[in-house]
């Protein structure tokens, strides 16, 4: 319904001014590229949720809310984001992007297969949940605690 969307768009609006406004105070590198960032991919273009800059890990960081449960299918659409953010934006200075799914909960075990199923650096947050991320990145990004006591 008509109503049910546009909850949902205020429930990810909501989000995601969150997130922004908790890595931008966080003051470990991140700088804010854009909201619905547009990328022309091929002849389609798609809006990224958010874009940032990461400048200690000299990288993108491509964030994508979903105000719903974990679907195997985000790690597909993230992964997709990520792959055309380094051929379209990254030069040969910057590492490889890194990607964040963060939604309302999800199984451990199928976001896990999921995550082993790309070739990209992504993670998966839930909301109130834990932080999947290579030990190389923790010092840069924000810690499990810091993320659920920001989304709580």
Do not use: W
Not at 1 to 7: A, E, I, P, Q, W
């Amino acid at each position: 319904s008509l109503r049910t969307d546009y909850d949902e768009k205020e429930l990810k609006d909501a989000l995601i001014g969150n997130i922004e406004k908790f890595l931008l105070e966080l003051g470990k590198g991140f700088a804010y590229m854009g909201r619905e960032y547009r990328l022309e991919v091929g002849t389609t273009e798609q809006f990224l949720d958010m874009l940032f800059y990461n400048t200690n890990l000299r990288c993108y960081v491509v964030i994508e809310v979903k105000t719903g449960k974990f679907e195997p299918s985000f790690i597909g659409q993230l992964g997709t984001y990520v792959a055309s953010v380094n051929h379209i934006l990254k030069t040969e200075h910057d590492n490889p992007t890194l990607g964040i799914l963060i939604c309302k909960d999800k199984d451990n075990i199928l976001a896990k297969y999921s995550l082993e199923s790309s070739a990209e650096p992504l993670a998966v947050s839930e909301y109130e949940l834990a932080k999947l991320y290579p030990v190389d990145f923790k010092s840069s990004l924000p810690t499990i605690e810091e993320i659920e006591s920001e989304l709580k």
